[in-house]
């Protein structure tokens, strides 16, 4: 039977089929949906996200050691989190297989870079395959497994945005049990990196890498394709599709397995060809690697770029040299719709806060970031997870008392378990007197709501103990902890500027769920409207940025004569009720029919 | 269909447009074609622009449309025309649903809703239509189902039985809603 899958749904698939016992993941785009589909669909599989990527690759590990088969998924940037474990777990190998999924976000949809995550396989000396569309995908990871249990290897499969996230038709198939007994397995020589051990080990990585050259040499995940001899195209994963496009009647070598490269079956297919291109997106993995085997490129990074995603126009573009002419050409600054936080996010109130006390914000990784966006423009420092608070704390130490009352570290509730708890303990540990705040919204929001471990509930949904951030706080030597609502803002202004003015480090929770999480949300709130006539035109509410307000500009007086600029309206199907601008305005013209309190629930 | 056949959708998140090239997608793959689809995700929540490629035929290489060579743009919103200009060529068929919907920028007052523009661009084209889906919707008693709306207008681009849009479209819906979305495909055929 065929049907339609993701990218990432038919990993999930290829999961279930290949008898995998044990997934793990922490949600990043574009990698999500592979656990969620894991979770949903399949029972068989245990499913779990884990506080982070290197706790979802150690979780993994330990599945594989007693023999189970176990996949662990995340994006581009959670390797590196992972990169610890991974670099030694190449010493290690496993005994049930281990397949790392990396989902790489080339061109930046969601991501913070776009590194290429080729370069971990030739790092950590581990094979990589690399799927180009959703059958693939699919057929890779069964494949990932063998390959895994036969070298005795952890394997990557890179999936990128454009294959993850594409629909294609892909053939189900029945699931076969992994054949491996689950039991104990004592191994110290094996399992133990002492270094006694990890030089033999080390030993070890390179015979097997040996090895995979030579398998790679006959793995039918490498084809060729015979067309015309006058091009040949060496070409992997999403690249292929598009290549393909353009090049239908070149030749290609399509390398299914992009780590090792299989150097006999490269050296005959340049012998058959007369020009040799080498298209693939992001960096120049394979052009550099036949450089080194001296194998003359004659296209390659040389025209094609190494920033952004490829697509079929630009490669059309850069190897033909000609550049498109268009029937229409895109008109500029046609107004951007930027994404934006949601009418009623908890975030609002804290940004409006950190603006007006002209406070520096280090920031962190979620939705919360786009606080750094106008109007608000009120978070100035994004890298990775959880590198807030050791912002935080580096500036409280690097500005002494002059920076104090100056700055604060915002972090979300699934970041902050993420990365944020060792940059806390370091914060008092190390005597800062740096303000910071756990911007607490009950779930992974930018991603699309998943859990973790603070929301009280597990990947699939089952209750479990949601970690209380004031006790941990307290647990780490914090003294001035305090757990405030966004919502008010004459509240949130007096705690945050009291707090930042300590010369103590002080940890402020902020009450109140995500706007979209419905578990918490359990009853909407009646909007709220504009009585235009009284709007004076001031603008205060506009500077919330909120989706739901809109500005009208229409020179005028209101009614009490009042001249005004125009006036403001609230799009009542888009508003939740949050009353931030029932706060702001200055002339009571905003109003409600319903009960009046800070936030969408009451009593936060 | 030989070559292949690609469908750009546009629109605004929140509009249903990942449905409705969901539903193209599966009622092409069951006629026995291949099909890939792509879209992004991810940050573009609600609110951001969304767009969905739809690529039908024998053999379907690219998840993505090459620029100059979609042979169908739908927009959900008017303003996202403006957006894939280069992706048409002058036998690009252009479906447009008659709705503004103002970006952060215009609600803000700082930019303007690029009416004239619209106007002018829309004037280039050798087969243009603007249609009332969500107005359609809306005298249905549901503006969500417009772009059940826009589905029954592009079906009828495409020689396929009517009955399997309708069992594709029904199968994605709770039963409450199956009424009005049979209503709403029913008025998207009869449009234009």
């Known amino acids: ?604 | 269909m030989e070559k292949t056949t690609s469908v750009l959708m546009a629109g605004v998140g929140g509009q249903g447009i990942i449905l409705a090239s969901d539903i193209l997608s599966e009622v092409m793959l069951d006629a026995g074609f291949d099909v890939k689809k792509s879209e992004i995700h991810g940050m573009a929540q609600r609110g951001g622009s969304v767009s969905s490629h739809v690529r039908i035929g024998k053999k379907v290489f690219s998840p993505t449309i090459p620029k100059g060579s979609a042979d169908y743009l739908i927009c959900f919103e008017k303003l996202e025309l403006l957006r894939w200009l280069d992706f048409c060529n002058e036998d690009t068929r252009v479906v447009v649903n008659d709705l503004e919907i103002n970006p952060p920028s215009v609600n803000l007052g700082e930019a303007e809703y690029p009416r004239a523009l619209f106007e002018e661009t829309t004037k280039k084209f050798k087969n243009f239509t603007l249609v009332p889906a969500s107005r359609t919707a809306m005298d249905l008693g549901n503006i969500r189902a417009a772009n059940v709306v826009m589905i029954g207008i592009f079906s009828k681009f495409f020689d396929i039985d009517e009955s399997l849009w309708v069992d594709k479209i029904l199968g994605k819906l709770p039963e409450k809603l199956h009424d009005l979305n049979r209503k709403a495909f029913d008025s998207g055929r009869k449009l234009d």
């Open chain 1, 1 to 604: 039977m065929k049907k339609l899958l993701s990218g990432n749904e038919a990993i999930a698939r290829g999961a279930y089929e290949a008898g995998v016992t044990f997934a793990s993941a922490y949600p990043g785009t574009p990698s999500t949906e592979i656990l969620e589909t894991v979770a949903k669909e399949y029972p068989e599989i245990y499913a779990e996200w884990s506080p982070n990527e290197k706790v979802a690759l150690e979780v993994a590990m330990g599945a594989a050691f007693t023999g189970a088969r176990a996949m662990v998924s995340m994006k581009h940037v959670g390797v590196n989190v992972a990169a610890d474990p991974l670099m030694t777990l190449s010493y290690t190998g496993i005994c049930g297989g281990l397949v790392l999924i990396t989902a790489d976000d080339p061109q930046l949809y969601s991501s913070q870079n776009e590194q290429d995550n080729r370069n971990y396989a030739k790092f950590a000396k581990i094979p990589m395959l690399e799927p180009s569309d959703s059958q693939e995908a699919k057929d890779f990871v069964i494949r990932a497994f063998d390959i895994s249990e036969q070298f005795d290897t952890p394997v990557m499969v890179r999936s990128v945005t454009r294959v993850s996230h594409s629909r294609a038709p892909v053939e189900l198939k029945e699931r076969r049990e992994g054949t491996q007994e689950i039991k104990v397995r004592k191994d110290p020589s094996k399992y133990v990196m002492l270094p006694v051990y990890g030089r033999k080990r080390h030993v070890v990585v390179e015979e097997r890498f040996l090895k995979l050259k030579k398998y790679a040499e006959s793995i039918d995940l490498n084809k060729i394709e015979m067309n015309d001899p006058e091009t040949g195209i060496i070409t992997s994963g999403i690249s292929y599709q598009y290549a393909k496009e353009v090049f239908p009647e070149a030749s290609y070598l399509k390398l299914g397995m992009v780590w090792p490269l299989p150097e006999k079956v490269i050296r005959d297919f340049r012998s058959k060809v007369k020009k040799l291109y080498v298209i693939e997106e992001l960096d120049p993995f394979i052009e550099e690697n036949l450089k080194i085997m001296g194998i003359q490129v004659d296209l390659g990074k040389d025209v094609l770029p190494i920033c952004g995603e490829l697509t079929p126009s630009i490669i059309k573009e850069k190897v033909t040299g000609i550049p498109m002419r268009p029937f229409l050409t895109n008109p500029e600054n046609i107004p951007s719709r930027p994404p934006n936080m949601c009418p009623g996010c908890p975030h609002r109130g804290m940004f409006y806060t950190i603006k007006k006390l002209k406070l520096f914000a280090a920031g962190d990784i979620g939705c919360y970031t786009l606080g750094a966006l106008p109007p608000l423009t009120s978070l100035d420092t994004c890298v990775c997870m959880g590198a807030s608070i050791g912002h935080a704390m580096g500036m409280s130490k690097a500005l002494g008392d002059k920076g104090r009352g100056k700055f604060v570290a915002v972090i979300g509730d699934s970041t902050f378990i993420h990365s944020g708890m060792t940059g806390l303990a370091n914060v008092v540990y190390n005597k800062s007197y740096a303000t910071v705040i756990i911007a607490d919204n009950r779930i992974t929001a930018m991603t699309g709501a998943q859990d973790h471990p603070a929301s009280g509930y597990t990947v699939r949904g089952e209750e479990t103990h949601a970690v209380d951030f004031a006790e941990l706080g307290k647990a780490l030597g914090f003294k001035n902890i305090v757990k405030a609502n966004p919502y008010n803002l004459e509240e949130y202004e007096r705690v945050l500027k009291e707090e930042v003015e300590k010369d103590e480090p002080s940890l402020i929770i902020n009450q109140g769920p995500c706007a979209l999480l419905k578990r918490a949300i359990p009853k909407a709130k009646k909007p709220y409207y504009v009585e235009t006539d009284k709007c004076i035109g001031c603008k205060r509410c506009i500077g919330l940025g909120c989706p739901a307000i809109t500005w009208n500009s229409e020179e005028g007086t209101n009614a009490d004569g009042k001249k005004r600029k125009g006036y403001a309206t609230i799009e009542a199907t888009l508003c939740n009720g949050c009353g931030l601008c029932y706060q702001l305005c200055n002339v009571n013209a905003i109003k409600t029919e319903g009960k009046v309190f800070f936030g969408l629930v009451e009593n936060l």
